[in-house]
């Protein structure tokens, strides 16, 4: 049997080449060998404020991005989170039956996020990692492909499967973590020893797939470089330089050997100008395709897609519900 695949983003900050190579360029792959639905978890993004006219802008956003890298609507299904009400139906009986404050006080996710200020932050933000369960749960998921950073969550997200199936007998089907390729990992241009992040303070953290091209150059002429001057891939003594050739690698698929072998002799200046341009090239053609898109056709992508994601989630719920003792 064909197995099945869900993972999601949140339409909130700027998707960035992180985010594509180091995921949403992977599962365009497994859609040839899964069933695969990709979410935009706009109920996860509201667990902190949100502008609603950025919010909305955003949610197309996201989905614009999924079908600019190559995800087929055809094939996959692409929904908005919000629009199939069986996840947050589904989170609130997991908050009730699976869930124990225990186990939600441990993750590392919201402790980093609430910092100091626990008392503070929304409830929805510690319940989070539910909501998240509760999207995967839905859909008799076999693999959830995420980074290293969701793993804690989707390892909750079984023991709240379990658990649920202890009490009441074999309703969730148990996925499986699948962590993205450490060559993958991006980390910030600002600080090499942070993964690069859609929601960083500094936007000269990331590069956004729809940043403008001269603005991608430059704060690839600005990123922090170590000491030295040799083009060597070094990770322990040359973090910053790492990650430069990681980035210049996937973005020209060629390998990091050939582009040491290319920068020998040369300095920081000239490498970084040879990857301002094979960015530029890369960005140049993901933006062409994506300007293509129209808002009207995505929200239609979504509609529909969130019709397939009912009918999974609905007969899910259905049996849910009857376990529980609701009437239905
Ligand atoms: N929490 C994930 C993140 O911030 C997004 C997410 C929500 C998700 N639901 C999911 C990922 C289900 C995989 C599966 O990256």
Redesign the pocket.
């Known amino acids: 049997m064909i197995k099945t695949i869900?993972?999601?983003?949140?339409p909130s900050g700027n998707l960035h080449v992180g985010n594509y190579f180091g995921a949403i360029k992977q599962w365009v792959e497994m859609q040839n060998d899964y069933q695969c639905l990709f979410?935009v978890?706009d109920y996860?993004a509201i667990t902190v404020k949100q502008d609603p006219e950025v919010l909305r802008r955003k949610i197309i956003e996201t989905a614009k991005i999924y079908l600019a890298s190559g995800i087929d609507p055809e094939r996959s299904i692409i929904f908005q989170q919000s629009d199939v009400k069986e996840h947050t139906e589904l989170a609130w009986i997991l908050n009730c039956v699976s869930a124990r404050m225990a186990d939600l006080k441990k993750m590392t996710q919201f402790k980093d996020k609430a910092g100091e200020g626990q008392d503070n932050v929304s409830v929805g933000l510690f319940a989070y990692p539910v909501l998240?369960a509760a999207?995967?749960l839905l859909y008799n998921t076999d693999v959830?492909p995420?980074?290293d950073d969701?793993v804690q969550?989707v390892e909750l997200c079984r023991d709240l499967g379990k658990r649920f199936n202890n009490l009441y007998g074999e309703v969730f089907k148990i996925p499986e973590v699948k962590i993205k390729k450490e060559s993958a990992r991006i980390m910030g241009l600002d600080d090499p020893q942070k993964k690069m992040s859609k929601s960083a303070t500094s936007e000269w953290n990331y590069l956004g797939l729809t940043d403008e091209i001269e603005k991608a150059k430059k704060k690839i002429m600005k990123a922090v470089t170590d000491s030295g001057s040799e083009i060597i891939y070094d990770k322990a003594n040359k973090p910053a330089l790492a990650n430069l050739l990681t980035i210049y690698s996937l973005a020209s698929d060629r390998s990091i050997k050939d582009l040491e072998k290319e920068f020998i002799g040369k300095g920081y200046g000239d490498f970084k100008k040879g990857l301002a341009e094979t960015m530029a090239t890369f960005l140049i053609s993901f933006q062409e395709k994506y300007s293509k898109i129209k808002d009207n056709d995505v929200k239609e992508i979504l509609y529909s897609g969130a019709e397939k994601a009912r009918i999974i989630a609905q007969n899910k719920i259905e049996e849910v519900r009857k376990k529980i003792g609701v009437l239905s």
Do not use: E, K
């Open positions: 869900f993972s999601g983003v949140q979410c978890v996860h998240m999207d995967i959830v995420v980074g969701q969550h």
